[in-house]
């Protein structure tokens, strides 16, 4: 296998699953320090897979003060209370989104990144973000970027169009 160039750029990942989002950045030449994921599962094939740097535990246990210096925070906070498909806590989707628990963990990824203050942000979500409580949910997550000094966009981006 050839050697990767590295673009020097230190990575936090959040939410990190089985380490899909964080391959890609690999890939592009990033330097993931630190991950964190709560399935014990998905640690041990991230671990396998990609390194020891993954934390096994929840997010809401994580003390962002601890966490290593980075220039990128990346993660993909749950999306099954946001989502049109899948199980999910009602079918009537103002219900769901109320009472889905999973859903907050998207304040504290940006409660996280308030706190570490990182150069860049990356957060992969469903369209149906956008739609939580008339759109009032994601124009919290970003107030609470803008607070931290954060430039924010957001695009909903067909992944079929890179397959």
């Known amino acids: 296998m050839r050697e ?8 936090v990942s959040l939410f990190s699953g089985v380490g899909g989002l964080d391959l890609g950045f690999i890939n592009a030449g ?4 630190w991950a964190n994921d ?5 640690c041990d094939t991230y671990r396998r ?20 210096a980075c ?17 999910r806590v009602s079918s009537d989707p103002r219900k ?18 308030r706190t570490v203050r ?13 739609t939580r409580n008339g759109g009032k949910y994601l124009e919290t997550v970003l107030s609470e970027l803008r607070a931290a000094g954060y430039n924010v966009d957001y695009r909903i981006v067909n992944m079929a169009d890179y397959a």
């Open 4 to 11: 990767k160039k590295r673009n020097g750029l230190k990575v």
């Open 30 to 33: 990033f330097d993931i320090v």
């Open 38 to 42: 709560f399935d014990k599962n998905a």
């Open 49 to 68: 897979n990609i390194g020891d740097h993954i934390h096994c535990g929840s997010i809401l246990e994580v003390d962002a003060t601890t966490l290593p």
């Open 71 to 87: 220039d990128l925070i990346i993660g993909g906070p749950p999306c099954q209370g946001f989502s049109t498909i899948g199980k």
């Open 96 to 113: 769901r989104a109320a009472h889905d628990p999973r859903n907050e963990l998207v304040i504290t990824y940006a409660q996280i990144i």
């Open 118 to 130: 990182p150069k860049f942000i990356v957060m992969e979500n469903v369209k149906g973000i956008l």
